[in-house]
């Protein structure tokens, strides 16, 4: 039986709570938030063998887990981490990893060493139709993938205690809190590195009328971001978060020589396109006026209830969490690792850099000069 320690006890440590109590063989064991309300929430959800604490470093002493799973806000990730690692228990992290590279770095130097797992909770990943459009075009269904595009309409961002969220200085901005998901996602599909990074936004609707501590927050709500890869395929992120009057909120399209797949969330379809051979010419060219020709599959994605039940990420915390724990079990390597968390915020960093200076980023290039 895996005892789980939960480190931030808010929306996402209670989600987490609720789904590893959908696996057999773990219990939560304990509970550490510094804030008694959602520290108390919490622990009437892990049930009574759990234990609350204040401070991670008790728990950590207590030796009542032998898994961290670490859901406190973003500003505090990299202090945390630097505490938990050297016990050399397994960790997931929620994204992002930490706030800066800088700070990411920091975290993968100190992992250094260790045998037990720190898996990157990409929990996007796992959402089943996305986790089918991934497989499918890993396979080649659609040829060689040339673009992707992500569309991500949404709410505005939750109430956090502390109204932590509404600053980027605490997030590290919505092109790293939020959209790390999507930058992970873009280099998973395509197989690539990103190369050049461009993105277009602004804080246009939301929290523009909330004032914290005399502060307004700069939290950006809107943006297209485009990525280039050192493969050859470009990739979109188009954001917005005044839109939850959308059909899906999440819609991903992935486009290669000999089709298309698309996704979506919560609709939970993919629709597999294949071009027609026959309409292909000899340079691969299409003639003009057959793309009725084209075939569509559209292929509905059952997701079990109680897992849909618990929690907001279309099932994929409860998926994440069941390969993270076959990977505890198995002793293998995580299949989000340190370093898929660092590039997301790479990327997320460069887009939040380009919407300021209205100019694209080098990715080489900046890679270089921090060397």
């Known amino acids: 039986m895996l005892r789980y320690g939960i480190i931030g006890s808010g929306n996402m440590g209670q989600e987490h709570i609720n789904n590893i ?39 950590m002493a207590s030796g009542l887990v032998d898994v961290i799973v670490l859901a406190s806000p973003n500003q505090t990730h990299t202090d945390i ?34 045998s037990a797992p720190v898996w990157v909770a990409m929990e996007y990943r796992y959402m089943p139709p996305v986790a089918r459009l991934i497989d499918e075009v890993a396979k080649g269904t659609v040829g060689t993938l040339k673009m992707l595009s992500i569309r991500e309409h949404r709410y505005p961002f939750l109430a956090k205690v502390g109204d932590w969220n509404r600053f980027a200085r605490n997030t590290g901005g919505t092109m790293v809190e939020k959209c790390c998901h999507f930058f992970d996602l873009m280099r998973m599909i395509t ?27 700069d939290i950006i709500d809107n943006s297209y971001t485009i990525v280039d890869f050192d493969n050859g395929v470009r990739a979109m992120l188009d954001l917005c978060m005044f839109a939850e009057a959308s059909r899906d909120q999440e819609e991903i399209s992935a486009v290669g020589d000999r089709g298309k797949i698309e996704c979506g969330v919560p609709s939970s379809i993919v629709t597999i396109g ?23 599959d559209r292929i509905p994605i059952p997701v079990d209830p109680k897992v849909l039940a618990a929690g907001n990420h279309f099932g994929s915390t409860f998926y994440q969490h069941k390969k993270f724990f076959e990977a505890i079990k198995s002793g293998s390597a995580p299949e989000v690792t ?27 290039a900046a890679a270089e000069q921090a060397a």
Not at 24 to 40: K, Y
Not at 48 to 58: C, L, M, P, S, W
Not at 192 to 213: F, M
Not at 274 to 296: C, F, K, M, V, Y
Request: hydrophobic share 40%; proline share 5%.
């Open 338 to 364: 340190l370093e898929d968390g660092l590039k997301a915020v790479v990327i997320g960093e460069a887009a939040e850099q380009s919407i300021r200076s209205g100019q694209p980023v080098d990715l080489r």
């Open 191 to 217: 197989g690539a590195e990103a190369t050049r990074v461009y993105a277009s936004g602004s804080q246009a609707v939301n929290h523009l009328d909330e004032i914290y501590g005399g502060e307004t927050p």
């Open 81 to 114: 981490l630097l505490d938990v690692l050297p016990a050399d228990l397994p960790v997931l992290a929620e994204k992002p990893l930490c706030i800066t590279s800088a700070d990411c770095r920091q975290v993968i130097a100190a992992a250094a060493g260790r």
């Open 21 to 59: 109590r959908l696996l057999p063989g773990t219990i939560v064991s304990a509970v550490c938030d510094g804030n008694q309300a959602m520290r108390e929430a919490a622990l009437a959800l892990a049930g009574r063998q759990a234990k609350g604490f204040t401070d991670h470093r008790a728990m």
């Open 274 to 296: 294949r071009r027609n051979p026959d309409t292909l010419s000899n340079d691969g060219g299409h003639h003009p006026g057959h793309g009725g020709d084209a075939r569509l």
